[in-house]
């Protein structure tokens, strides 16, 4: 049984004891919930491999409550001190050596020279982290390959028996995981996820940034970005208008006609914010996905979302929703399909693009996004 324990200063002493003494808790943080586990102990990091389910170790990221302990662990520049100045406590996520005292369990950081810190805010999460009094590891909460929680209810939802405690700090603020950026050389920083922090708000601190140029599964730089990655049950399908008749919609922005009644629907932002959209992401997703199986919908379609601002992090999600699940054969419908381009901004995982319609949606009304057709197959 994993236990909820309430935002409360008791709440925060027992999960506190929890990840001393080794034990797994789910916490929120203003990005999405993390599974939190002592980065010290390699018994509780392997747990955390166990719990998550996931298919190969994966470098963690380390949670501090403040930058000064985070720098304790890597060896900072000036660049690292200037973003963490700006963006700490916040959604960034600095990729640093590794500090020759470190006390980060080498499975924790996967055997990497760098490691991956990160100040998280939000008072629940910054008072956890200073009880806890060490690094803790955190991926998201949720079952490898599935989509990110950003409730205490989605974290039962996947993780229900397999962690000791889930502290509940309610909805998070922002939604999308962390931005993770590379300084390992300060000369050549480099994006590695899109996510809470957006990418001109880091460029214009840093200037030019270099964008990983694969974005396949082979040899990622930074292997959280596998191509199949918040996966729904239901296949995705990307840059649609107007939906068929058995799919569910997560739109976004104003709708000019009024769904047929019945239709299944989530609007990311009626208004078109980004930021509202990004808070909205996982649970449209979530929730799409169950009531549209129950329904027994073929799939869920998506309306095109900007690329630019948090925008870009929110196409990046989608484009993985959409990726061909390991181990399924890439088909010809609609749905799972794997043709992937560069995207004329850099190495940011593009939608993919719709194969020519079936002729079940009237012509006209699915847009396909521009592409070349140059195929990527994550093993
Ligand atoms: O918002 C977030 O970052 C959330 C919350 C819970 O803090 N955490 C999160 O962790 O998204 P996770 O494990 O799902 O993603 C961590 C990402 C992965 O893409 C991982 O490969 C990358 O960071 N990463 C970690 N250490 C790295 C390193 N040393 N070098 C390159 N990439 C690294
Ligand atoms: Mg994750």
């Not at 392997?46 to 389910?53: G, M």
């Not at 996820?193 to 214009?204: D, F, N, S, V, Y």
């Not at 940011?348 to 002729?359: E, F, K, Q």
């Amino acid at each position: 049984m994993t236990r909820r324990l309430e935002n409360t200063a008791s709440g925060l002493a027992t999960a506190a004891s929890i990840l001393r003494a080794g034990g797994l808790v789910a916490f929120g943080t203003e990005t999405v919930y993390g599974l939190g586990g002592d980065a010290t102990q390699p018994q509780a990091v392997a747990r955390i491999f166990e719990a998550k389910n996931r298919p190969r170790f994966n470098p963690l990221i380390s949670h501090f409550p403040d930058a000064a302990s985070a720098f304790r662990q890597v060896v900072p520049n000036p660049l690292a001190l200037r973003l963490a100045d700006m963006f700490w406590p916040g959604p960034l996520t600095l990729v640093l050596p590794r500090a020759q005292g470190s006390t980060v369990s080498d499975l924790a950081a996967d055997g990497l020279a760098s490691l991956a810190v990160r100040v998280p805010r939000g008072e629940s999460a910054q008072a956890l982290l200073r009880l806890a009094g060490r690094p803790i590891a955190a991926p998201s909460a949720n079952r490898s390959g599935r989509i990110s929680p950003s409730t205490a209810a989605h974290v039962l939802e996947e993780l229900d028996g397999r962690i000791d405690a889930v502290l509940d700090s309610g909805p998070c603020a922002v939604g999308l995981e962390s931005t993770v950026l590379d300084l390992t050389d300060p000369a050549r920083p480099c994006l590695l996820r899109p996510g809470g922090i957006t990418l001109e708000a880091l460029q214009a601190i840093c200037g030019p940034i270099a964008l990983p140029d694969t974005q396949s599964d082979a040899a990622p730089l930074s292997p959280g970005r596998m191509l199949s990655h918040y996966a729904p049950h239901l296949p995705v399908r990307l840059d649609v208008i107007t939906p068929m008749a058995d799919e569910a919609l997560l739109a976004f922005g104003p709708q000019s006609n009024a769904p047929p009644p019945g239709a299944l629907v989530w609007n990311l932002s009626e208004h078109g914010h980004l930021e509202e959209a990004a808070t909205r992401l996982f649970s449209g997703l979530r929730t799409l996905d169950d009531a549209g199986q129950r329904l027994h919908l073929r799939g869920i379609a998506v309306q095109p979302v900007p690329a630019h601002g948090l925008g870009l992090a929110i196409r990046d999600r989608l484009n993985r929703a959409a990726a061909p699940r390991p181990g399924t054969p890439h088909d010809d419908t609609p749905h799972g399909t794997a043709q992937n381009a560069p995207l004329a901004d850099g190495g940011i995982p593009p939608l993919p693009a719709s194969p020519p319609d079936t002729g079940a949606a009237p012509a006209g009304q699915t847009q396909h996004a521009p592409v070349a057709q140059e195929s990527d197959s994550p093993s």
